[in-house]
Structures are given as C-alpha cells and as structure tokens.
C-alpha cells in the first residue's frame, strides 16, 4: 500500500512495515522534520508486538519533547514504559525520570517521582549503562537528604563498570611502548626493529610481528592519529560487543591488516592503523545489518564512519601513497567488515532482535545460528593462514 511521500503508509502493519516505519522515522527526526517523524511513529503505537509498541511511544515522546509539548511526552515514555518488559522499557525510564527531575526543580517539587523512575530504568538497564544510572540516583538521593541510599547507590555506581577498559588498555600499552621507543635511545630503536612488521623475518619464523607491528609507531604525528582514532572506535565497539569481543576483533583485524601488508608491501610496516580500520569496518556493517539501538551521540558518530573511512583511504591512495601502508588498511577494514556483518551486538538491544522476537533467539534456531557466526569466523581465520601462506612464499 502506497502513501504520499513523506507520510506513512495505511492500512494494516505487518512486521517488516512496522521496523521500516520505525527506521523512517528515525531518518526524519535526525533531519528535523519532527512532525513528519511523528507521524510514522505514530502509526506504530498499538502493534500487537509489545517492542515494537514501546519503541514508537518512546520515539514519540522525543518528538512531543522537541516541540515544547512537556506533558505530552511525559505521557508518551510512561506508555512506553508500562507497555512491558521491552527492549525500549529501560530507557523509557531512565528519559522519564530525567523529564522529572527537571519538572521537579522548576517548580520546586519532591524529587520522588523522579528517583523512583530512575529505580525503574537500574533495574531493567543493561549492565554497561546501569553506573550511570547508579551515580544520578546517588546525587538525587543526597539531594533529598537520604545520605544513606547515597552512598549505596554511588558505591554500586563505582563497582559495576568503570568504561571502555581494553580500549584504555591498549591505548596506554601502546602509548608507554611509544614513549619508551622514543626515549629509549639504542634500546629503543633495537626494540622497534624487532617488533616491526620486517616481511623477511616475519617469513622466516617471526610470528610475533604479526601482532606487535600494532604497537609501535614512527613518529609523534602517527601514533596521535591512530590512537585518536581508536579512542572513537575502540569505545563503540566495546559498548555494543563487550570487552573481550572488542579484543578478539582488535587482534584479528590486525593479523589480517599484517597479512595484507606481507603480500603486497614488500617494506617493513609499524602502526595500529591496519586494527583501526578493522573496528571502523565492524561498526560500518554491525550498524547497516543489525541496527544496534544507540543512544543519540552514539548514533551521530556512527553514521560518520562511512565517511571517515572513504576519507582515508582516499588520503592512502593519493596524497600518501608512498608513506602509508594501505594494503594493511585494507586487509583490516574487509575482516572488520565481515565481522560486523556476521556477529551480532550482544550489549545492546538491535532492530534485528526486534524482529526475530524473544522467542525466536533461543533453542534449535539459536543454536543453529551461533553455529553458523562461529563457522563465519572461522572462514576468516582460514582466508588469513591461507593468506599468511602464500605471502610466506612471496617473502622467504
């Protein structure tokens, strides 16, 4: 069934129509036409899927919230809210009770409504947003004078998550290893070159420059780009995959970009660059497949990475052609790539899990699934020994 453009369609919702709808809106909200964006949502409410009834009150009421209409998107999280126990039912809560507390010191009001909605949204929230969640009911509670449930809810705020921990990790490791390189004089010098990406040792029983090229850089500007460039990837990918994912990608677009660097680089090669377009690579795809739901800044930046990446490869191939290693580039951007498309975000809820339902991530089908994301894996792992062999021949 058609519709005028810019307008949602009529008539009976299916599944597929009710997540375009959604998909829709979000466009138009992003573009401003708040109305418009309004309007799909709108037609969602009511779905005989509980999701999916909750995630269109919950967009609906950002939308009453742009346009000045206070009460009505108060109305609109707290039916997205009661709906049930959804994906969207959390963050509902969490965007009711910060609307509470913001009605609350504008007129002077008890703070109660607000603390109880932010009880609401810790208990349902994933494990990586509950310390925030935990950090604003402890400066609300000490606000209204409970310095007891303060100091509970500050101590669980500190105890639970302290952030993006291995992309921390791997930018202080590489930066101490640069800063030791760098100041180390002889000993430092003598350690690049054993850690570089050197083709005719790595062919010759090296394994380790596989890996360790990723930590060591050749100059100020380099390692300043590159772990910029992590500090925007590396967070993203860990808040939607996890920490020991993000690991196992780091280190498997980098033996990917190494390989790709050992066949078609004959010269010697340091950087992490190869790694980080692994990540830019996986949020590309994990974003266009899975539609993990992000909050709004998250969401800004991701939609950025196509971008970024055409930038940089563009930069590669012409104006540094002769200086950066693109073949290592390129090897890590198509494993990440891949492995965006093939696993799916497991700390966030995505449009994916929506339409497949609860029911339908478990049992036989789940199974089957895991199944076959494990064998994707190991067909990249394969492409890579392949691959390893043959530019071992190349280089020996």
């Not at 772990?227 to 993203?236: K, Q, R, S």
Request: glycine content about 12%; proline content about 5%.
């Amino acid at each position: 069934m058609s519709a005028p453009p810019g307008r949602p369609p009529t008539g009976p919702l299916d599944r597929a129509t009710a997540l375009d709808l959604l998909r829709r809106g979000d466009e138009l909200l992003d573009a401003a036409e708040i109305d418009a964006a309004a309007a799909h949502y709108a037609r969602v409410v009511g779905h005989p899927d509980a999701d999916l009834t909750a995630a269109a009150w919950y967009r609906l009421g950002e939308t009453r919230w742009r346009r000045g209409e206070e009460d009505g998107a108060l109305s609109a999280w707290e039916a997205a809210a009661r709906v049930g126990e959804t994906e969207t039912a959390w963050a509902a809560w969490r965007r009711l009770a910060a609307a509470r507390v913001e009605r609350a010191r504008a007129s002077g009001g008890s703070l109660g409504p607000a603390i109880a909605a932010y009880r609401e949204a810790e208990r349902r929230a994933p494990p990586e947003e509950r310390p925030q969640i935990s950090a604003r009911l402890g400066w609300l509670t000490r606000e209204s004078g409970d310095e007891g449930g303060s100091r509970r809810y500050f101590a669980r705020a500190r105890g639970a998550s302290a952030g993006p921990l291995v992309t921390q990790a791997i930018i202080a490791l590489t930066v101490g290893l640069f800063g030791y390189t760098l100041l180390g004089g002889a000993e430092g010098e003598r350690l690049v070159d054993l850690l570089a990406l050197d083709k005719p040792a790595l062919a010759h029983g090296d394994l380790w420059r596989l890996v360790t090229p990723l930590l060591v850089h050749a100059n100020l500007f380099h390692i300043f780009f590159n772990m910029y460039a992590l500090w925007i990837a590396g967070p993203l990918v860990e808040g939607i995959y996890g920490s020991l994912r993000l690991a196992a990608m780091y280190l498997l677009c980098g033996i990917a970009a190494s390989v790709a660097s050992l066949i078609f680089t004959p010269g010697p090669s340091v950087g992490a660059s190869g790694a980080i377009f692994g990540l830019f690579g996986v949020l590309f795809a994990a974003m266009r497949t899975h539609q993990p739901l992000l909050d709004r800044r998250a969401r800004a930046l991701t939609t950025q990475i196509g971008t970024l990446i055409v930038i940089n490869l563009l930069i590669g191939f012409g104006l540094m052609g002769g200086i950066v290693d693109n073949a290592a580039h390129v090897g890590g951007l198509l494993a990440g790539l891949w492995l965006g498309f093939i696993l799916v975000p497991g700390n966030v809820p995505t449009l994916d899990s929506l339409w497949r339902g609860r029911a339908a991530q478990g049992g036989v089908h789940g199974a089957a699934e895991g199944l076959v994301r494990a064998l994707g894996v190991l067909i990249l792992i394969a492409l890579i020994v392949v691959g390893f062999a043959y530019g071992v021949e190349l280089r020996a």
